[in-house]
């Protein structure tokens, strides 16, 4: 019963984190183009709080070990704006690449924003 739980509870965390709703249109998407195996690149993403009341950003998360992420401030008034910074390294990769960056929010209307960050890895 407990594996069928940790499955069904595994599952919907997947699910959910694939189509969560993005926030920024085109904005939340980068492409390195092409990158040497083995480099470290980074790119910063604008987030803004949208919303009428305080936006407190939860958590970040990665779709893997090979892209960091973290928010420059963790807490935005109503129109306010922080750095989403990603960093990707291509070390051990090959070909095309997207990773995927989870900012999670205590917005219930929205509560995890989604940004990509993609290559193309050459060896």
């Given amino acids: ?8 509870l595994f599952s919907f965390l997947i699910f959910q984190f694939t189509f969560a709703e993005d926030n920024l249109g ?10 040497k195996e083995g480099v470290v690149v980074k790119h910063d993403f604008t987030f803004k709080n949208e919303t009428p009341g305080v936006l407190k950003i939860t958590g970040i998360n990665t779709s893997c070990g090979c892209t960091a992420s973290q928010a420059e401030k963790r807490s935005l008034a ?3 704006s922080t750095m ?25 209307g929205l509560p995890v924003i989604r940004f990509i960050v993609k290559a193309e890895v050459e060896k």
């Fill in 84 to 108: 989403i910074n990603v960093a990707f390294n291509s070390k051990g990769y090959s070909g095309a690449v997207k990773q995927f960056v989870y900012v999670n929010t205590d917005n219930v």
């Fill in 26 to 35: 085109g904005a939340n998407e980068w492409d390195f183009g092409r990158v």
């Fill in 1 to 8: 019963m407990r594996k069928v739980f940790a499955l069904f």
């Fill in 78 to 80: 109503p129109g306010e």
